[in-house]
């Protein structure tokens, strides 16, 4: 890089390096993602807003400002390397994960609640994700050097996102909207290859930096495990707190708990130089909110008998 920082972790300087043809190919990767998540996407399901209004906002008070907060206090409370902290505000900004609807269904939780939501978030990801890093980051004490060598510009990292999400999501919910038989056949091996695509950013991303995946992952886990805790408990209890029905509670769980950190990682890549802190947090997230996320979705599945039949039923 160039620089020389003073007082910084080695994980700060570490860089996990793409090249150009492999970065093309995630940006690819990323976009085919979010059609086939728009596949499931109706403007209809925008509309349902009026059916859940103070669900939807105890969720986005969640997303947008209390987990953020929480990252912040954990990263007062355990001090970790610049980059580290870093990824984790990047994480929390980072819209729903892909599996927030299916491990919504699967739990036998509020479904269209949680379709409504991930689809608000998703298609404010382009503004908000940019500009929430941007903010919350500068209250991570130290950062400021780090952040003074990248080039970081809200406008350039919003039209990334829209072109990463926004009009491929556009452009599933269109064939959806007008090929609807087309859409039923294409569906389900369209939903199996982006899952398989997900999954095979996040190994990149740990092979490309397994030497430093060994050396820290102990560390790594650790905080992951707290942070993606926090972020469960944030939307489940938030809503708990507003008295919302149990399967409202547990959707929110869901859209607070599950990142698309292959969306963080791909801008780790492109405007952060593979910041290895930073890629580290993000490709272990990835990999351990679906492990937990399906581990409570399969216990709450078993539950869900108590409470009657599921609203998606």
């Given at each position: 890089?160039?620089?020389?920082f003073t007082n910084m972790h080695p994980v700060d300087t ?300």
């Open positions: 890089m160039g620089q020389n570490l860089r996990i390096h793409f090249d150009p043809s492999q970065l093309i190919v995630l940006n690819m990767a990323m976009a085919f993602l979010m059609f086939s998540v728009a596949l499931d996407i109706k403007l209809s399901d925008f509309k349902q807003v009026v059916r859940f209004p103070k669900a939807v906002f105890v969720g986005l008070t969640v997303q947008y400002l209390l987990f953020p907060l929480f990252t912040l206090a954990l990263i007062y409370l355990f001090k970790p390397p610049i980059s580290v902290a870093m990824g984790m505000v990047l994480v929390s900004m980072c819209p729903s994960g892909n599996m927030t609807n299916f491990l919504v269904h699967f739990s036998k939780s509020n479904i269209a609640l949680s379709v409504t939501l991930n689809a608000i978030i998703i298609l404010a990801a382009s503004f908000i994700t940019p500009a929430g890093f941007l903010f919350w980051s500068k209250y991570i004490a130290g950062s400021e050097e780090l952040r003074r060598s990248f080039s970081i510009g809200l406008g350039e990292m919003a039209w990334i996102i829209v072109q990463l999400i926004v009009i491929p999501l556009l452009l599933g919910m269109f064939i959806h909207a007008r090929f609807t038989v087309f859409t039923e056949k294409i569906r389900p091996w369209v939903q199996r290859v982006a899952l398989l695509i997900f999954f095979s950013i996040l190994v990149l991303a740990v092979l490309a930096n397994r030497e430093n995946v060994i050396n820290y992952l102990g560390y790594i886990f650790v905080l992951v495990l707290v942070h993606n805790l926090g972020a469960l408990g944030a939307g489940y209890g938030l809503a708990k707190l507003f008295r919302l029905p149990e399967l409202d509670c547990r959707a929110l769980a869901f859209e607070s708990g599950i990142h698309n950190t292959a969306l963080g990682l791909l801008l780790i890549f492109r405007f952060f130089d593979g910041l290895g802190g930073m890629a580290l947090i993000a490709a272990w997230w990835g990999i351990w909110d679906l492990i937990t996320g399906y581990t409570l979705a399969a216990y709450w599945r078993r539950t869900s008998a108590q409470f009657g039949q599921a609203l998606d039923n």
